[in-house]
C-alpha cells in the first residue's frame, strides 16, 4: 500500500514545478536505507501548555538534495491514523542560514518535501502543535492539556526521515515545563537545568512509546520493593492538590497489582515501568498503552472518591498495565509495522484487545482494587451488553477486529445494530470461555495462567537493552494453548470470532458456575455508575440509552421503543403526560408492569412533536450474575489473589 501511494505521488508531482522532489526523493530513500542520518535532535518547548501550544525544533544531519520527511500517522496503540495533523501549525525548515521551500505529498498528507542546498548538512525544522481543548479528538490528540497539567506525546511533536524503520533512527530529545512543574516517564534522563530537562539518545521506537506526564500538582508513589531491578511506580498529575492525595489502601491495592501481574506472566519485559495517570476532567479520558508506562486519564477525583474510583478507575490500570505484555511485548503481526506510516492490521485485536480486557479484569479483582462482587457486576453488565449488541446478526466479532479503524471514531447511536469495539468486552467473555474450558479438561488443575507463562513469560528482557517485540500470529497462539491442553483451539476461537447469528458468547460465564440473569434492582455498580454518569439505561426494558437530558443515544432494533417509532437523536420531554425526568419514566415502568395501557412518550425530533405509545410491562431489567451450585465456581478461582 505504501508502495502503491509513493507511485502514484510520483506521477502527480511529475505534472508540477517541483516534480523532482517526491521522484528524487524516492530514489534517495531507497539508494540510503541501509545508512540512516547520526542523531535527530527534538527540543520541546512545553512552557504555554497553559495556553494549549507546544512549540518543538529539530535539528536532522542532511546531505544536499531532495528529501522526504513524514510526520507520525499510524499511533501504536490507537491501532488507527490517528497521528493529529490537522493540529500542526508554523512548519518552517532552514539549511545554512536560509528558510527552504517545502510542498507536502499530494497523496500521502503527512508526507513533506523539501530539497537541501549545496553545502548544508544539517537541517533545522520547527513547528507548534496546537492541543485540542475539551470535546474535541479522541486517544492522545484529544485534549491533553490544562492550567495545570499536560501530558506530552512525542509523535504530535516530530518528523522523521521517510525510507527508515522507528528502530534505525535515533532522536535525543529535551523538553522545557512551565515553572514549578514535575515531571514522569520511563525515558531515561541523562541532564537537568531549571525548567529544561534532556534526556539520553533513544530510537524513535522507544521516544514515541514513553510519553511525559507533568503538572503542578504531581506525585510520584514508589510501587516496588526497595532494591527491586525492575521498579514500578505510580506518576500521578492532577488539577488539584487534593486529588493527588492518594489513599494508604490504594497505593498497597496497586503494589498488589504489580506483584499480581508478575506472577500472572512469570517475568517482566521491562527496565522500568510507569503508571501514568491524568486526573482532570478536562483532559480526554481513556488508556494507552506503552511498554515501559501507560497513559491513563480520569477524572480529577477518581482516587479519593470511593464511588468514583469503582467506576472511574476500576481495571484501567490494570488493563493497561497488561498490554506491556500482551500487545507491547507479544504483538499481533499485523500491528507489529516498521513505521508510523505503514497502515496496520487488526483483524487479531480480539487477542491484543480481547485477552488484556481479560486479564485487566482479573487482575483488577486478583489485586484487590475491585472487590469479587464489584467483578461479578461488572461481568454481569458486559455480558448484557454484548447480548442485546443485534449487530451480531450480520457482522461477526473478527470483522469489529478488521474495521477498528473506522469504529473507534463511531458514534454511538446505532452502535448496538452497527456493533462498535466489540473485541474488547465480546473479547474478554471468548477468553474468560477458554479459562473455564481449560479449568475443566484439566478438574482445575491448569488455567490460563498456564497460558500466560508460555506465551508472555521468561526470559526477562536484559536490563541493559530497550523492550523488544515479539510478534505472534493466531498459529502461534493456538500452539501455546495446545501447551497448556490438547484441544482444538483453532476451531475453538474461529467458531466464536466468526460466529454470525444472535446469540453472545455467554458459554465462559455459564461453565464458570455462574449465570446472566435480569431483575427489578440495580447491583450496586450499576447504580453507583449511573448516577456518576446521570444516563438512563433502560437498553435491557424498552430497549434505549438516554443521556442526562432525555435525549435518545442509542434504540435496538426489534425492542419496545424501536418499535413504536423511538429513534436515536430524538428527546422524550414527557411521560405519560408529565415531565420528562429519569424517576419519572422509572415510575411509569413500574407502574405499567403486569398492565396493558402502553406507556406514552412525548418525543422531540427535529423541532417536531409527536406522542409515541410504547407497549411494555415488564418493569425495570437489570442484569446480575447468580451462581450455579451444579458447576464449579471457577469464576471465584479466577480472581484469588496469587501473592498472599
Keep these: 500500500m505504501k508502495t502503491a ?24 530513500t531507497a539508494s540510503e536505507a541501509a545508512k540512516p542520518p547520526g542523531t535527530i535532535k527534538l527540543a520541546v518547548d512545553a512552557s504555554q501548555a497553559p495556553r494549549k501550544i507546544f512549540h518543538s525544533t529539530m535539528t536532522f544531519p542532511v546531505t544536499p538534495g531532495p528529501l522526504t520527511l513524514l510526520y507520525p500517522k499510524w499511533i501504536p496503540g490507537e491501532h488507527m491514523p490517528s497521528g ?14 536560509q528558510t527552504l521551500a517545502w510542498r507536502r505529498d499530494d497523496v500521502d498528507m503527512n508526507s513533506y518535501h523539501v530539497t537541501i542546498p549545496a553545502g548544508a548538512n544539517q537541517l533545522e525544522v520547527s513547528m507548534d502543535y496546537t492541543s485540542p481543548v475539551a470535546g474535541e479528538g479522541g486517544f492522545t490528540n484529544g485534549a491533553s492539556a490544562t492550567d495545570k497539567l499536560t501530558v506530552i506525546s512525542w509523535n504530535q511533536l516530530l518528523l522523521y526521515p521517510a525510507g527508515f524503520t522507528s528502530d534505525q533512527l535515533t532522536y535525543q530529545a529535551s523538553l522545557t515545563l512551565p515553572q514549578g512543574w514535575r515531571f514522569g516517564t520511563a525515558l531515561r534522563q541523562s541532564a537537568a537545568s531549571g525548567q529544561e530537562i ?32 525492575r521498579p514500578a511506580e505510580l506518576d500521578v498529575a492532577a488539577d488539584s492538590a487534593a486529588a493527588i492525595d492518594v489513599p494508604e489502601d490504594l497505593q498497597t491495592k496497586m503494589r498488589n497489582l504489580v506483584a499480581e501481574a508478575g506472577a500472572l506472566f512469570g517475568a517482566r519485559h ?8 491524568s486526573l482532570s476532567e478536562h483532559v480526554a479520558h481513556f488508556g494507552l498503552e506503552h511498554h515501559e508506562s501507560n497513559d491513563s486519564r480520569t477524572s480529577e477525583r477518581a482516587l479519593i472518591d470511593d464511588n468514583l474510583r469503582r467506576v472511574a478507575f476500576g481495571d484501567l490500570l ?16 499485523g500491528l507489529s509495522t516498521p513505521d508510523y506510516a505503514q497502515p496496520m492490521k487488526g483483524e487479531l485485536l480480539w487477542i491484543y484487545e480481547g485477552l488484556t480486557q481479560y486479564f485487566g479484569k482479573m487482575l483488577a479483582a486478583r489485586s484487590g482494587i475491585w472487590s469479587p462482587d464489584d467483578f461479578r457486576d461488572n461481568y454481569a453488565m458486559l455480558a448484557a451488553e454484548e447480548a442485546y449488541h443485534v449487530g451480531r446478526r450480520w457482522r461477526p466479532l473478527t470483522d469489529t477486529a ?15 445494530w452497527r456493533r462498535g469495539v466489540d473485541f474488547y468486552d465480546e473479547g474478554a467473555l471468548i477468553w474468560l470461555d477458554v479459562d473455564a474450558t481449560i479449568r475443566k479438561m484439566t478438574n482445575n488443575h491448569k488455567s490460563i495462567d498456564d497460558f500466560a507463562k508460555i506465551f508472555y513469560g521468561p526470559p526477562d528482557n536484559p536490563l541493559n537493552e530497550a523492550p523488544h517485540v515479539k510478534p505472534y500470529t493466531l498459529d502461534d497462539v493456538v500452539a501455546a494453548l495446545n501447551q497448556v491442553v490438547a ?19 455467554l458459554a465462559g460465564l455459564e461453565g464458570s458456575g455462574w449465570r446472566l440473569v435480569y431483575t427489578d434492582t440495580p447491583s450496586d455498580l450499576q447504580r453507583t455508575r449511573d448516577q456518576i454518569e446521570q444516563d438512563v439505561d433502560l437498553r435491557y426494558s424498552l430497549g434505549i440509552f438516554l443521556n442526562r437530558t432525555g435525549r435518545v443515544v442509542d434504540s435496538i432494533p426489534d425492542m419496545p421503543a424501536y418499535q413504536a417509532g423511538i429513534m436515536p437523536g430524538m428527546r422524550i420531554v414527557a411521560v405519560n403526560g408529565r415531565k420528562y425526568s429519569a424517576d419519572v419514566l422509572h415510575d411509569a415502568l413500574k407502574a405499567a408492569r403486569g398492565g396493558s395501557a402502553p406507556i406514552e412518550l412525548l418525543v422531540e425530533n427535529s423541532e417536531y412533536y409527536k406522542t409515541y405509545a410504547v407497549n411494555y410491562h415488564d418493569g425495570d431489567r437489570y442484569p446480575h450474575l447468580v451462581r450455579d451450585a451444579s458447576a464449579p465456581d471457577y469464576l471465584g478461582d479466577m480472581i484469588k489473589a496469587h501473592t498472599k
Excluded: M
Design 5 to 28: 501511494l509513493r507511485s502514484l505521488s510520483v506521477l502527480l508531482f511529475c505534472t508540477s514545478i517541483l516534480a523532482s522532489f517526491p521522484v528524487q526523493a524516492q530514489r534517495r
Design 84 to 97: 493529529p495533523i490537522q493540529d500542526n501549525v508554523g512548519l518552517k525548515f532552514s539549511a545554512g542560514g
Design 198 to 229: 534532556t534526556f539520553q539518545p533513544a530510537t524513535l521506537t522507544t521516544l514515541v512509546d514513553s510519553p511525559v506526564i507533568t503538572g503542578q500538582y504531581y506525585r510520584s508513589i514508589p510501587l516496588s520493593p526497595q532494591g527491586e531491578q
Design 270 to 277: 521491562y527496565r522500568t515501568y510507569h503508571f501514568l495517570l
Design 318 to 333: 490494570s488493563h493497561e498495565y497488561s498490554h506491556s505484555w500482551n500487545g507491547k511485548y507479544r504483538r499481533p503481526v
Design 402 to 416: 478488521v474495521a477498528a479503524q473506522v469504529l473507534y471514531s463511531s458514534p454511538y447511536q446505532w452502535s448496538s
Design 487 to 505: 484441544n482444538d483451539w483453532r476451531k475453538f476461537l474461529l467458531d466464536r470470532v466468526n460466529y454470525i447469528g444472535p446469540n453472545a458468547p
